[in-house]
């Protein structure tokens, strides 16, 4: 174990001596010229002044004619009283029929 750690340690040393780097190359930038400007000139003189004019106002539309209202419907007929049914048989009187009622 000793010597796989030794020989490990060796190795790593040769394989990262050998890389070479490539030396730093330093560009100077170009030096800036920056143009200075000359004092202001005299200013201009003032423009006229413009004319101001308002337009005329546009005529208002006519107000549209109300439509005229629908007439009303007719009423109905009314329709015929139905016949009179069939009567039915007198119901028995209960008997022995026990009602039972639930306790709350």
Do not use: F, Q, W
């Not at 394989?15 to 560009?27: D, Q, T, W, Y």
């Amino acid at each position: 174990m000793r010597y796989s750690i030794l020989s490990l340690a060796v190795l790593a040393t040769l394989g990262l001596s050998a890389c070479e780097r490539p030396a730093a190359v330093v560009v100077a930038p170009a030096p800036t010229v920056v143009a200075v400007p000359g004092p202001a000139g005299p200013a201009g003189a003032t423009g006229a002044t413009g004319e101001v004019r308002k337009g005329d106002t546009g005529a208002t539309g006519s107000t549209g004619a109300t439509g005229n209202t629908g007439s009303t419907g007719y009423t109905g007929a009314t329709g015929a009283t139905g016949a009179d049914g069939v009567k039915g048989d007198r119901g028995r009187t209960g008997g022995d029929t026990v009602v039972i009622v639930p306790t709350k």
